[in-house]
């Protein structure tokens, strides 16, 4: 099982990015997908959710407005897109795949939003 993200970098602020995450190993189709994130000296926070078809989202209080989530089960990836990025917002995103009991995690991406 491999969850491999991608997109991160220094960014100003009010900028966009947009996070992928690429999964390999199980049955994509077949999980919830997530975006967390972790800021330093922080505890790790639910950023969004996508349901395994893609017909529902959820957004954390912080982000709403702001971020989208998306998935493309064809191509085993989901997405993250940022725009009107905070100072706030630094922190390193992570993706994760669950699914009754199993979950699984990326290695990490750093997003900074810095002048």
């Known amino acids: 099982v491999q969850l491999v993200e991608s997109g991160g970098g220094l960014v100003q602020p009010g900028g966009s990015l947009r996070l992928s995450c690429a999964a390999s190993?199980?049955?994509?189709?077949?999980?919830?997908m997530s975006w967390y994130r972790q800021a330093p000296g922080k505890e790790r926070e639910l950023v969004a959710t996508?349901?395994?078809?893609?017909?529902?989202?959820n957004y954390g209080d912080s982000v709403k407005g702001r971020f989208t989530i998306s998935r493309d089960n064809a191509k085993n990836t989901v997405y993250l897109q940022m725009n009107s990025l905070k100072p706030d917002d630094t922190a390193v995103y992570y993706c994760?795949?669950?699914?009754?009991?199993?979950?699984?995690w990326g290695q990490g991406t750093q997003v900074t939003v810095s002048s």
């Open positions: 996508i349901n395994r078809s893609g017909s529902m989202t």
């Open positions: 190993g199980f049955t994509f189709s077949k999980y919830r």
């Open positions: 994760q795949a669950s699914d009754d009991g199993y979950v699984y």
